[in-house]
């Protein structure tokens, strides 16, 4: 069983960047692969950001393309989203996952953080 605990949302002007933070513990959090979800108001959750459980391949929603990175820190048990040049339409509950498979259904994925709100002017 693997526990995720999200930081690092808020309120941020349209141009401005956050970086989000998803900390694991649990089972080893090493042989996991994540992702990145968001899930706006009467929306569905969706796909952002994937990473393997290696590092060595990454996929993005082609809306973040450019603006935002994944990245994990498997010493810390830690995964990381990092976002640049938000938009109004970047504003959502933001969640991250952890599971043995990386695609982009968040019905796939085994474990979830609590989310944290990014809400972003303009």
């Known amino acids: 069983q693997v526990q995720l605990v999200e930081s690092g949302g808020g309120l941020v002007q349209a141009g401005g960047s956050l970086r989000l933070s998803c900390t694991a513990s649990g089972r080893t959090f090493s042989r996991y692969a994540m992702g990145w979800f968001r899930q706006a108001p009467g929306k569905d959750r969706e796909f952002v950001a994937i990473q393997n459980w290696n590092g060595g391949s990454t996929l993005y929603t082609n809306s973040v393309k450019g603006r935002f990175t994944i990245s994990r820190d498997n010493a810390r048990n830690t995964m990381y989203l990092q976002m640049n040049s938000l938009k109004p339409e970047d504003t959502a509950v933001y969640y991250c996952?952890?599971?043995?498979?990386?695609?982009?259904?968040?019905?796939?994925?085994?474990?979830w953080g609590q989310g944290t709100q990014v809400t972003v002017s303009s």
């Open positions: 996952a952890a599971g043995n498979l990386a695609i982009i259904s968040p019905e796939s994925w085994d474990y």
